[in-house]
DNA sequence: ACGGTAAGCGGAACCGGTTCCGGTTGCAAG
DNA sequence: CTTGCAACCGGAACCGGTTCCGCTTACCGT
């Protein structure tokens, strides 16, 4: 869990022992909360729960959607990291599916988080890193393949990584996972060389 | 504006008087409000402007998505009756992206209509009407030109709309007009024949 | 050790959506 | 015209997210 305070203390001073602290104890107890309550829980039981004020909560996320992506955090870079090795294993349109399949699947098993991704895609803020980093695991993806087949060239993984957002905020639900597929057939129809 | 209490009274034994003159006043009231103030206008204002309490707003309109959907619903109307003379003077094709591309401007031009389209594409309940509605516009769409072109036979019309409504909501932003038009092109390359 | 202060704290207050319920009223049957 | 009651009304109360601000404290320089 050390990996997710070294993102944000690389752009500012270190924080006062009692803030990292607490934010600490917040993401913990915000991730316990979320696997137990789901989307639903409230971010005053999360603060009490963790024993603070929600005025802390806020100072450290300005939002709840924020709070929600920073809980995910890591696992969305494991689901970034696991691009290449798709790629290599795979044939190039297969890993695409694959990864895509994969991330709708996240999307819908972290209750909350399409809507803290709508956030993270649609802000035109600081949240970039998360989007960067999915933009990358796209890119990597949708070039794999090297002279042969994979994806056209006039396709940016901006672009996909906001269809496949669009997709898990109309397919993240419960019964939803064939819609979810037949979407990213769609898509897929329009990013592979024809 | 009579057109719309009409839909209404098609399902349900007629409405007491008071409770007709409320539902209209609510309509028109509305209607201004969001023309106003944009989607940020709130369910309570709106109710002292029409002189009604929140209660019987929401008596009528069980949540602020479905009044929005209702306050907009006959240019949706009006948009889907497009469909069919787009497709008639134009080449298929640029007859679907015409009309994607004015479905995704009346989203972003009607201050959250987008949110409202959300709700009666996701949820399961009644709301089938304005769904129906939209997707037989898309049908015709897909199936005119007859045996010559259009769209691949197993596109469905519903994933066509449920992929619109994804755009919307990621694209319907204010200077995200050129976000739409991409994803419009990339999910014409998986809807229309090779 | 001490003091000044920037950083941090917590929770009351605010705001908007939604629910609930005691009182009211249009309407039709007698 | 009276009366019964289902339908309707309004707004107080509730709930969850967010903001604000007076008080506290960790940290650094002396």
Redesign the pocket.
Known sequence: MTGIEGDAARHRRP?????Q??EDRLLETAAAVLAREGAG????DIAREA??????L???F????LLVEAVYRQEVRRLCEAAPHLAATLPPVDALRTWMERFIDFMAAKSGMADALRVVLTDDGERLQTRALLAEAIDHLLSSGEGESAARPDVAAQDVLMALGGISLMAAGENRRDLATRLIDLLLRGVVRS
């Open positions: 924080l006062r022992a009692d803030a602290r607490n829980a409230s971010v005053k024993g603070v004020g929600v005025g802390t806020y100072r450290r300005p939002s709840k959607e």
